[in-house]
């Protein structure tokens, strides 16, 4: 696991939009595994603001989502669907028919074995963007869940509800379930990449930098990954720099 030290969340941005890009400039037929959340943004805004200005194609970009909340339709404004066009999809030149996500509409058992099958038809994800939850969650994978799981349906925890409740009108709106790629689907990706920004991540950084293996605790199932390249910034890594220094 490889760790690139920023100073806050947009030199994150600039920094993952930089690895991103050079994937996308030399990798044919390149297939990008996307996150949403909070993270990703400043990220998905350098990619955008690289392709108005240095015409950066996508021509040739495939994106399989990690997660979508059921029971939300794709054109409801809190979907992952939504954010995903608002952030992106919108803004740069990717092919309609090349864009995945999981449907939360869809019959989910049925649903979930085609996502995975998809994934698997167009050869795998070269590299995954990842974000992580306060309690170490990757995708919606909570706590407890296999590190051999594939696309599967989850129950959102508590805590992962509220604190995605910013996004929404009330608490009762945050959906309950999510379709969200399994912690083994992610780690069928050829290279992953981790952001991680701000103090409120500073826990679970340290308690992955810890580099303890444990399924109560889904982002440490990276350290069985071979190429993981994680980009924190300066609050996320407080809790290492008061112990190291
Ligand atoms: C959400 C998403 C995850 C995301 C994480 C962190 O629930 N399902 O994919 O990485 O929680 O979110 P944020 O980036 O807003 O802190």
Do not use: W
Not at 69 to 77: F, K, L, N, S, T
Not at 204 to 211: I, N, P, S
């Amino acid at each position: 696991m490889k760790l690139i030290q920023v100073e806050d969340y947009q030199d994150m941005g600039k920094k993952a939009a930089e690895i991103i890009l050079d994937r996308v400039r030399n990798t044919e037929n390149i297939v990008l595994g996307l996150a949403t959340g909070g993270t990703p943004i400043s990220t998905y805004e350098n990619i955008v603001q690289d392709h108005q200005t240095n015409g950066t194609s996508y021509q040739h970009v495939t994106s399989f989502n990690l997660d979508e909340y059921i029971g939300v339709r794709p054109d409801h404004p809190n979907s992952y669907h939504t954010f995903m066009y608002k952030h992106l999809f919108h803004h740069i030149n990717i092919p309609q028919e090349k864009i995945f996500l999981p449907n939360g509409m869809a019959e989910q058992q049925q649903e979930c074995r085609d996502y995975e099958q998809r994934i698997r038809e167009h050869g795998g994800i070269d590299l995954q963007v990842l974000g992580i939850g306060e309690n170490g969650h990757i995708g919606f994978n909570e706590p407890g869940t296999a590190f051999d799981s594939t696309t599967h349906v989850v129950d959102l925890a508590e805590s992962t509800r509220q604190a995605n409740a910013r996004f929404f009108e009330s608490m009762e709106d945050v959906p309950k379930q999510a379709i969200t790629m399994g912690i083994g689907s992610i780690l069928r990706s050829k290279e992953i990449l981790l952001l991680i920004a701000g103090e409120a991540k500073s826990k679970a950084l340290a308690k992955l930098l810890d580099k303890q293996v444990d399924e109560q605790f889904p982002a440490s199932a990276l350290h069985h990954h071979a190429n993981v390249t994680v980009i924190a910034d300066k609050a996320a890594l407080q809790t290492q720099m008061s112990t190291h220094h």
